[in-house]
């Protein structure tokens, strides 16, 4: 009887340490995902699973809301009757009837959507990315159109860190496409203007350069003017017909600066000189910034500044915007800001939270 009693004992222990091991559940991020995507790949959406997320990674995540690739998270446990939507997500993905035209056809995040089950399909963001879940609600009914700077024969600022040259337009196309991709998460509309048909997000430390890039499918101009006018005319013939239907349309303009190699600057924001609402979304951007570094570094202090200057593409496109420059890609320190591909992702997840908090002051 007593051997009987520890048998059964031993077999509940060993039950219980199965289930427990089978509950402990580890996943890896894909490349540009965020917390909020990576948790709905894997069947787990909602805040709840969110915070839950946060309190058991709290020594990966390090304080900061952002994942790392090749880390390991550890993932909620599923609640009862949620069942794990993932792989029938991808599977959906995959058997996907939706539009494989090119991407220079493509002209808005929610062209593409398919109903049902949020998902769009932007083939801007490259094969691993092209499907974006949308995973939250924060900007449903607001409209963005994402512009980086340059491109096509126009490289902008060069910086080189030993023979390897570092091109402008392919650092701000770069970020503006990983803007572009949280902002749909957050149920957006987002018009890519400036775009490359092959680079897609990419997580790679040196950038290749090309003179791909074209605005929604035409030409870049060299010609500087003609360049502006260009895009501004894309945004303007756009913004006539979603102002009818979006109370909060706003376009962003995103550059690298070139200084001296000895100076060293923090992201700093422009606005239109009569624009109240762009100097609110500068000064919100600027906000925003400053209380990140106030968290991630406290010691460093943040001296990005908001002001107002006539730039073309400020004065002559119809939404209200802001032109951002992300740093000087000839100083060293900031050259980290861009070339680390975690550091690209925070500047488009930073920005896209001063979006939402914009668009919240608003309403």
């Not at 959406?45 to 995540?61: H, M, P, R, S, V």
């Not at 952002?66 to 009757?81: A, D, I, M, N, S």
Request: aromatic share 10%; hydrophobic share 30%; with cysteine.
């Amino acid at each position: 009887m007593k051997q009987l009693f520890c048998f059964l004992i031993l077999l509940f222990c060993m039950s219980f340490s199965y289930e427990a091991l089978a509950q402990e559940e580890r996943a890896t991020p894909k490349s540009g995902e965020g917390i909020s995507g990576f948790l709905q790949r894997n069947g787990r959406t909602g805040k709840a699973y969110y915070q839950e997320f946060l309190e058991l990674n709290k020594k990966q995540l390090r304080g900061k809301e952002e994942l790392r690739l090749g880390v390991k998270y550890l993932l909620p446990p599923l609640k009862k009757g949620s069942g794990n939507t993932a792989a029938s997500s991808n599977s959906s993905a995959s058997n996907s009837s939706a539009s494989n035209s090119s991407a220079s056809n493509s002209s808005a995040s929610n062209s593409s959507a398919r109903s049902g089950n949020k998902t769009i399909r932007e083939p801007l963001f490259g094969k691993s990315l092209a499907e974006v879940k949308v995973t939250g609600n924060r900007l449903q009914g607001a409209c963005f159109y994402v512009v980086s700077g340059h491109g096509g024969p126009d490289p902008g600022a060069i910086g080189r860190i030993g023979s390897v040259e570092l091109h402008e337009d392919e650092y701000a196309y770069d970020v503006a496409l990983r803007l572009a991709r949280n902002l749909m998460e957050e149920g957006a509309k987002v018009y890519i203007i400036i775009q490359d048909a092959k680079d897609g997000i990419r997580d790679d430390q040196y950038l290749n350069n090309s003179k791909r890039e074209t605005c929604m499918g035409a030409p870049i101009p060299l010609n500087q003017v003609a360049r502006l006018r260009q895009r501004c005319e894309k945004i303007n013939a756009l913004y006539q017909k979603d102002r009818k239907s979006y109370t909060y349309c706003r376009s962003i303009f995103l550059h690298v600066d070139s200084r001296s190699k000895s100076h060293q600057t923090d992201v700093f924001f422009y606005h239109a000189p009569k624009s109240v609402n762009g100097k609110r979304l500068a000064t919100t951007m600027k906000n925003t910034f400053e209380s990140k570094y106030d968290r991630h570094q406290p010691n460093r202090g943040f001296s990005g500044t908001v002001s107002p200057r006539n730039l073309y593409v400020l004065a002559n496109s119809s939404p209200a915007g802001v032109f951002v420059e992300l740093g000087n890609i000839q100083n060293t320190f900031d050259q980290r800001r861009f070339v680390m591909s975690s550091n690209r992702q925070a500047l488009a997840k930073w920005m896209m939270e001063g979006f939402i908090t914009d668009y919240k002051k608003s309403k």
